[in-house]
T-cell receptor, first 116, second 118 residues
Framework: DGGITQSPKYLFRKEGQNVTLSCEQN?????MYWYRQDPGQGLRLIYY???????QKGDIAEGYSVSREKKESFPLTVTSAQKNPTAFYLC???????????????FGDGTRLSIL | AQKVTQAQTEISVVEKEDVTLDCVYE???????LFWYKQPPSGELVFLIR??????QNEISGRYSWNFQKSTSSFNFTITASQVVDSAVYFC???????????????FGSGTQLTVLP
């Protein structure tokens, strides 16, 4: 079945450690996104990518990094510079993200990151 | 700045009651898109509906209906004859241009937690 797979479902980070969250899609979508969700809040955009080998910062990119070497994959690294990383992270994709696009974003099941 | 407001933080209803979730938005774009997503306890976001700014026709899909009113910048969502399985967090979202001639991003409201009691 086509969809978005995020792994792991739960992740724990030690102080000073970088961790990488995986996001893979087999929907043949061009655009991919990473969001952060804190309790009782909506989603905030961390990074997005419109095409392979290109990505842009969202509203809260500090302390995060991404890569887009393949169309199917958009991993997110939470670096030690992110001082408050505990949150629920959601990856999404859409057919395109162009200015005229009204395509809905499809979401993965999320990764819950906690600090040890 | 573009903004989505969901003033209802939590709503509880008894099964079979109708419930309306409110969404008010602000945007300077003349062309924009509105979405509703559902987030069940498992965490994933499920797409429910999208509307573009030129289409004010309201829609009914089974027990769900949506009321888009551009004059009041509102995009409300009603569940008729609610069921326990409808319990979830519901998010309203606005699609805006990230930068001129470039991509769009979704701005989410803070969500409404709906609990349907048996």
């Amino acid at each position: 079945d086509g969809g978005i797979t995020q792994s792991p479902k739960y992740l724990f980070r030690k102080e000073g450690q970088n961790v990488t969250l995986s996001c893979e899609q087999n929907l043949n979508h061009d655009a991919m996104y990473w969001y952060r969700q804190d309790p009782g809040q909506g989603l905030r955009l961390i990074y997005y990518s419109q095409i392979v080998n290109d990505f842009q910062k969202g509203d809260i990119a500090e302390g995060y990094s991404v890569s887009r070497e393949k169309k199917e994959s958009f991993p997110l690294t939470v670096t030690s510079a992110q001082k408050n990383p505990t949150a629920f992270y959601l990856c999404a994709s859409s057919i395109s993200s162009g200015v005229d696009s009204n395509q809905p974003q499809h979401f993965g099941d999320g990764t819950r990151l906690s600090i040890l | 700045a573009q903004k989505v407001t969901q003033a209802q933080t939590e709503i509880s209803v008894v099964e079979k009651e109708d419930v309306t979730l409110d969404c008010v938005y602000e945007t300077r774009d003349t062309t924009y898109y509105l979405f509703w997503y559902k987030q069940p306890p498992s965490g994933e976001l499920v797409f429910l509906i999208r509307r573009n700014s030129f289409d004010e026709q309201n829609e009914i899909s089974g027990r769900y209906s949506w009321n888009f009113q551009k004059s009041t910048s509102s995009f409300n969502f009603t569940i008729t004859a609610s069921q326990v399985v409808d319990s979830a967090v519901y998010f309203c979202a606005l699609s805006e241009a990230i930068s001129s001639g470039s991509a769009r991003q979704l701005t989410f409201g803070s969500g409404t937690q709906l609990t349907v009691l048996p």
